[in-house]
């Protein structure tokens, strides 16, 4: 940690370190003349030329944050990656993945090998239960999905092949919240290895690490980014496991274009006021929606119905802007009036961008630890940064047409 980084009585708070994040000087200056840019520019390069050849012996022992060749990256996306490692002060590094799922896969990748069983939590990401029924499966390990809701009782689950707990918290689609410290301490106690998927919350909703979580997992095309216009990854370590991620990371050849990791940084420093906004909108959206007679419940887990609520309230810092809830009936086609409806969230994967968006979502399909049984057909949302009365006029608008489909 540089002295950047702390000021008199403590570190720095998180939006505070957003603004400085990863702008080193020697990112930012020419060594032979005054003054500095802002933002470390773009680098472009494969080949890094050497200035005689006892550099390049010298070049090959420490390839971190040093020219070496182009896929060892450059200051463009050391920046990025320096800057995601900055807001876990617990962290030693980050490496960078062209997309959330290659950082799933990267960090998956680093840490198993033939014969170790994974604890997969229920509620994950449907393209991580993918991978570990496809490729974990094909390498020879296996995977035991846990409740979200186990708590502590995740121990019952563990046998002496059990090398990694994955939380993904709350849960994509679901919502449920889950008990980390709890079962942080269960592994550490073995000596298992816990991961996270924190694109929901960001470090600076769930400070992930500091609950002692050793690798925190993103996909910066959600909220990092925030735009909607770039895909990226990021697997964030400490220093346990930092130096293996980095290995496997460069064993598999995995690099970003340095455009992408520019945007992502430029998307980062306004992360804290977008997040805020994301927040306050979708609570107020949320608290619309259940109170709404067309609904029958709301999985946001800063309201007291969610699963999990109470450890939200113990264990993070905000909500943010995605969340489910059920139509009061119906099936698909009635769904499906209500989402074409609106006019003001769009149809379509992903989210984390400005922009608000609808859609049907069915877990039951995914769900093999605890069974989903639905109070009705679930729509996920996110509330983009639109003024939250006109989202709910929009939904109202929605509702009214649901009732028609429902009558007729
Ligand atoms: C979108 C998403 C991912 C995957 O990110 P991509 O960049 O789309 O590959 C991983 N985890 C969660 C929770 C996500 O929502």
């Not at 799922?101 to 090998?113: D, M, P």
């Not at 400070?207 to 990092?224: F, H, Q």
């Not at 006019?343 to 400005?354: P, R, V």
Request: aromatic share 8%; hydrophobic share 45%; with cysteine.
């Amino acid at each position: 940690m540089s002295s950047a980084d702390e000021k008199d009585g403590g570190p720095l708070s998180p939006a505070t370190r957003l603004v400085g994040a990863g702008r080193k000087p020697e990112w930012t200056r020419m060594p032979d003349r005054p003054g500095a840019i802002v933002s470390p520019p773009v680098w472009r390069a494969s080949t890094i030329l050497f200035d005689d050849v006892a550099h390049l012996r010298r070049a090959g022992q420490n390839t971190h944050e040093a020219f070496y060749y182009g896929r060892r990256g450059t200051p463009t996306t050391w920046a990025l990656a320096d800057a995601l490692t900055g807001l876990e002060p617990e962290a030693a590094g980050t490496m960078l993945y062209p997309s959330g799922v290659a950082a799933i896969a990267g960090a998956l990748l680093a840490i198993l090998k033939p014969g170790d069983q994974i604890l997969m939590v229920d509620s994950a990401y449907d393209p991580s239960r993918s991978m570990c029924n496809g490729l974990l499966a094909d390498f020879g390990v296996e995977v035991v999905y846990y409740d979200p809701l186990a708590g502590a009782g995740i121990a019952d689950l563990i046998t002496d092949r059990t090398a990694a707990i994955f939380l993904e918290s709350p849960g994509s689609l679901t919502f449920e919240v889950q008990d980390i410290p709890a079962i942080v301490a269960v592994a550490r106690a073995r000596g298992i290895v816990t991961l996270i998927d924190n694109t929901w919350a960001t470090p600076l909703y769930l400070p992930a690490m500091a609950l002692g979580v050793d690798i925190s997992i993103m996909a910066c095309t959600k909220y990092i980014v925030g735009h909607s216009d770039v895909m990226m990854g990021s697997v964030t370590a400490n220093a346990r496991w930092w130096p293996r991620i980095r290995a496997r990371a460069y064993g598999l050849g995995q690099v970003v274009s340095p455009d992408d990791a520019a945007l992502t940084l430029r998307g980062l420093r306004t992360l804290s006021v977008r997040l805020e906004r994301h927040r306050t909108s979708a609570l107020a959206v949320a608290q619309w929606l259940a109170a709404r007679p067309e609904v029958a419940g709301v999985l946001h887990p800063a309201l007291p119905s969610c699963p999990g609520h109470a450890e939200w309230a113990r264990d993070f810092k905000g909500s943010s802007g995605l969340f489910s809830f059920h139509l009061a009936g119906g099936g698909e086609a009635e769904r499906a009036a209500f989402i074409d409806a609106l006019a003001l969230f769009g149809i379509g994967y992903s989210w984390g961008g400005f922009e608000s968006l609808a859609l049907p979502v069915d877990p039951e399909k995914h769900r093999t630890a605890r069974p989903w049984t639905a109070a009705g057909p679930l729509v996920r949302l996110h509330i983009g940064l639109e003024e939250p009365d006109d989202l709910i006029a929009d939904l109202e608008r929605g509702l009214a047409v649901w009732r028609d489909a429902m009558a007729g």
